[in-house]
């Protein structure tokens, strides 16, 4: 069974920038996501990458973060920059077997989660 592990999460004003990292540990997925829940709201989707290094947004998301590869060191990066409040939220990472196209950002597709990181973003 493989593992998770994310990273990075902090506490940032609004406007401001921060990278999260999610290192995968003896598993090889095709398809890697970030998901985030907010206080009081379910947990939604992000940003997803697969194993070839094409990238899907969240409306939330598009324009304002990235998400990239280490694949050598089985590493992904999300690269959140124009942080708002509403950002503020438990960032996940989680791995699927499946491809991108298939997975999106249903989770019953990812059975691989890491343990989460917070963000928090002041006004």
């Known amino acids: 069974q493989g593992q998770l592990m994310e990273s990075g999460g902090d506490s940032v004003p609004a406007g401001g920038s921060l990278t999260l990292a999610c290192a995968a540990f003896?598993?090889?997925?095709?398809?890697l996501g970030w998901f985030r829940r907010a206080p009081d709201k379910e947990r939604e989707g992000v940003s997803l990458?697969?194993?070839?290094?094409?990238?899907t947004h969240a409306d939330s998301a598009e324009g304002r973060f990235s998400i990239r590869q280490d694949n050598a060191k089985n590493i992904v990066f999300l690269q959140m920059t124009s942080l708002k409040p509403d950002d503020t939220a438990v960032y996940y990472c989680?791995?699927?077997?499946?491809?991108?196209?298939?997975?999106?950002?249903?989770?019953?597709?990812?059975?691989?989660w890491g343990q989460g990181t917070q963000v928090t973003v002041s006004s």
């Open positions: 989680a791995a699927s077997n499946y491809s991108c196209a298939i997975s999106t950002f249903q989770e019953r597709f990812y059975p691989i």
């Open positions: 003896q598993y090889t997925y095709r398809c």
């Open positions: 990458i697969t194993k070839e290094g094409f990238a």
